[in-house]
Each structure stands twice: as C-alpha cells, then as structure tokens.
C-alpha cells in the first residue's frame, strides 16, 4: 500500500475511534447523570417522608419507604437496560462502518491496482506493436526478420484483444447485461483449439494435452473460450519457460472436469481463497513482474457460475498450480 494510502488510513482510523470513544463516553455520562438524578430524587422523598413520619402510621411510613426503594430500583434498571441496549447498538453499528470503511479503503487500493495495471498493459503491447511497424516501414529486412516482427505484432494485439475483451465481458457480466447464447458445443474441440493458440502464439513453451473425446456442453462459446484463454494465459505468465503447462479434460454422466496445470512457484495456501476476487492480485502491484489486471480469474469464476459450474485451485506436483472448473451436466 503506498504510504499517501497509509497515512489516510491510519488518520480516517484515528478519528474514528476518536468520535466512537466519545459517544461511548456520552452515554457512560448519560448513565451517571440519571442515576446521580435518580438517587437525588430518592433522598429528597426520604427526606420528606422523614418529616411526616410523626403523623403517619407505622406500618403505612414502611409501606412508603418501600415504594420509594422500589421506584428507585426501577429506574436504575430502566437506565441499566437503555443504556446497554444503545451500547450494544452503538457497537453494532461502529463495527459496520469500520468494515465498510476498510472495505472501501481495500476496493479503492485495488481500482487503483488495477489502472495501474491496465495502463501498463495496454501501453506495452501498442509500443511494441508501433515500434515493430514503424521498423517494416524504415528498413528492409529479409523475409525471415519479416515474418518474425509480424508475429511479434500479432501476440501483441492478441494480448490487446484478450485484455480489452476481459474488461468489456467483465463489467457486462456484473451488469446482467451481457447477452449469453447457450448452445451444445464440444468443449474437448475448443480446448484443443485453444491449446493449438497457444503453441502457434508460444513456440518455445511445453504444452501437453489429455483430453476425452466428445464432452459436449451447453453453454456460450466466447465465454468458455475466454474462460481457457485465461486459465492458459496465467499458466503461462508463472511458469517457468521450460516448465510444461497440461491442458486435460475428463467427463463423468454427471459433470465435465476441465483442468489447467503449470509448473510456477505456486500459490500460497492462504491466498487460494482470494485469487478469484475481482481486482485481487498477489503481491505489491508497484513491484510485481508478472503482467495482469486481476480481471482474468475473477472472469473464470463468473463463466464458470455462468455455465453451472465451479472454479477451484489446488497445488500441482512438485511444483505449481492446478486450476479445476468442473461442469455439472
């Protein structure tokens, strides 16, 4: 967290445990004054009592006497309850604007996260994009070079495409507005044809398939297709280059097993349960090297609840993440 965000934070905590120490103290205040009241009032009507106790009888003086213990109970327990109950209520609600406010505090952090993020990701891929056109229309390079920068330029604007199709789907998905076409499809046809993207688009990385035939699936084709490019295109930004990264696809009469594995450092135990929260990524965005936004996972879950199924991760032997979504049919 950067230290602007720190320091408003701990000043926004500071006042508003300062403000909440006051109230608390208000109606511990409160409290006193009506008990000191309540006992002022008792003695005065003792004190009363005591000067008519010459003309009145003796059994109707303790009568009296005990009213007036009786109503001064009474109130000390109405006090006791009141304040209490505003105690209990007080506290309720400082508990709930506290974790709204931290909420607010971490969603902000991570809308900022994530600019950063996108700018970086798509200003990188139009640099280069620009750079490699700019050097075809300089200088006359062989065929071989050719090719080679306009692959390059490919990738780049494939990651664009991939970037800015995950924002626009995203933000349509948690707005109800995107419009979905389920249809039968074969999910092991799409998974390989995805799989053979990948290859074209990264010649140097291991990819390995192990997928059933024919596990057909209703469902929208451009999410479920986004939904493996994501898992595949994290696979590939923390693995290693030569680690492998295995595609595999399994069908039971009762659901579809899609898995995605690589070989990276991993995901540590406790982090597991926030990866598919939207903005969320591991790490200090300021430092971290892995390129991303934190849109792609949280989209792979939204497809997956989309499509009546459920994302998981779990660790890969030895080493390494292991992305599960599994369609119930």
């Given amino acids: 967290m950067p230290e602007v965000n720190r320091k408003r934070q701990r000043r926004t905590t500071f006042i508003y445990c300062t403000l909440l120490t006051y109230v608390v103290a208000a109606l511990v205040w409160w409290f006193v004054s009506l008990e ?66 931290r909420k607010q505090f971490k969603l902000q952090l991570q809308q900022q996260n994530f600019m950063m993020a ?10 280069v994009a620009r750079l490699n056109l700019e050097t075809l229309l300089k200088y006359s390079l062989d065929p071989e070079k050719q090719k080679k920068l306009i692959r390059n330029t490919l990738d780049e604007t494939t990651r664009l495409n991939l970037l800015t199709n995950n924002i626009l789907v995203s933000a349509q998905l948690e707005a109800d507005r995107y ?41 929208d084709s451009l999410l479920l297709q986004m939904l493996i490019n994501n898992l595949l295109e994290n696979a590939i930004k923390y693995s290693p280059r030569e680690g492998k990264i295995k ?40 430092t971290r090297k892995a390129q991303g936004t934190g849109l792609g996972l949280y989209l792979c879950s939204k497809i997956a609840l989309d499509h009546n199924g459920e994302i998981s991760v779990s660790d890969n032997e030895p080493t390494g993440s292991n992305f599960a979504v599994i369609f119930k049919i």
């Avoid at 009363?48 to 010459?54: G, M, P, R």
């Avoid at 290859?199 to 469902?219: C, L, M």
């Avoid at 594995?261 to 300021?286: C, L, M, T, V």
């Fill in 36 to 101: 000191k009241q309540n006992e002022e009032i008792a003695r005065q009507q003792y004190a009363n009592l005591q000067a008519q106790s010459e003309a009145l009888p003796t059994l109707v003086l303790a009568e009296k006497m005990q009213a007036i213990v009786k109503v001064e109970k009474r109130n000390t327990g109405k006090y006791i309850a009141e304040g209490v109950t505003f105690l209990i209520l007080i506290l309720i609600g400082a508990i709930f604007v506290y974790r709204s406010i």
């Fill in 118 to 127: 996108v700018t970086h990701e798509l200003k990188t891929p139009i640099a």
């Fill in 247 to 286: 595609a595999s696809l399994h069908k039971t009469p009762a659901s579809i097993r899609l898995q995605i594995a690589d070989e990276g450092p991993g995901i540590p135990e406790e982090e597991k349960s926030r990866i598919f929260s939207k903005f969320y990524r591991i790490g200090n965005e300021s």
């Fill in 179 to 219: 419009n979905s076409t389920k249809e039968e499809l074969d999910l092991s046809t799409l998974l390989k044809d995805c799989v053979q993207d990948f290859r074209k688009r990264f010649p140097d990385r291991v990819f390995e398939e192990e997928v059933e035939e024919d596990a057909d699936i209703k469902g």
